[in-house]
């Protein structure tokens, strides 16, 4: 996993990033990216992971989010889309110029997601600890995603944290107990500016 140096290292680039799109509509190249970093950081960032952007207000208030959950591209990938978070959140506006100064950028890098069974409320505290698993809820076609640091955020406890999780999936709050849904839980090392 990423040390805490190379995750400075990360935000330094997912902001210069987010600066040239909103600024520029364009984004850093991998060549850029390589630039910025050295040999041992560039050799973890080809590495293939989950990774999401969040942009928060200096308030606290989210402003965007957009990632992957699955280690279908690089960490310097993932880092590129921090341009989306700025500006293809559905939710939110467009990122304008002046808020910029505003913006704290989170990063969270992601371990493999794994699937868990967790019937009861009593399985579910065996395999899930706030603060350390963010979690997929997944049924058919559709699933909701909630990063690890969301529970603590919102002073939520496993059950809130599985509903919650269901909701962004689209499923009533409890749907987790069902056998043909799918509960995954991961870990994430997360970088804030702040």
């Not at 560039?42 to 207000?57: A, M, N, P, S, Y």
């Not at 939110?92 to 997601?113: A, Q």
């Not at 058919?140 to 962004?168: A, M, W, Y």
Request: glycine content about 6%; aromatic content about 4%.
């Amino acid at each position: 996993m990423l040390e805490d140096a190379q995750g400075k290292e990360l935000l330094d680039i997912a902001r210069k990033n987010i600066e040239k799109y909103v600024e520029e509509e364009k984004t850093l190249s991998k060549k850029e990216v390589k630039s910025q970093v050295d040999e041992e950081t560039e050799k973890k960032l080809k590495r293939d992971r989950g990774v999401f952007v969040t942009l928060k207000t200096t308030q606290g208030q989210l402003r965007g989010c957009i990632g992957k959950p699955y280690p279908e591209q690089s960490i310097i990938e993932g880092i590129l889309n921090a341009s989306a978070s700025a500006t293809r959140d559905p939710r939110f506006p467009p990122v304008s110029k002046p808020e910029l100064e505003d913006i704290e950028i989170e990063l969270t890098v992601l371990t493999e997601p794994e699937e868990i069974k967790a019937n009861s409320l009593e399985q579910a505290k065996e395999k899930i600890e706030i603060g350390k698993h963010g979690l997929i809820v997944r049924y058919k076609s559709t699933q909701g995603l909630l990063l690890p640091q969301v529970p603590e955020e919102h002073n939520l406890d496993i059950k809130k944290f599985l509903d919650h999780t269901c909701r962004k999936a689209g499923l009533a709050p409890g749907s987790w107990r069902e056998e043909d849904v799918q509960i995954l839980r991961f870990k994430g090392k997360i970088f804030k500016e702040s």
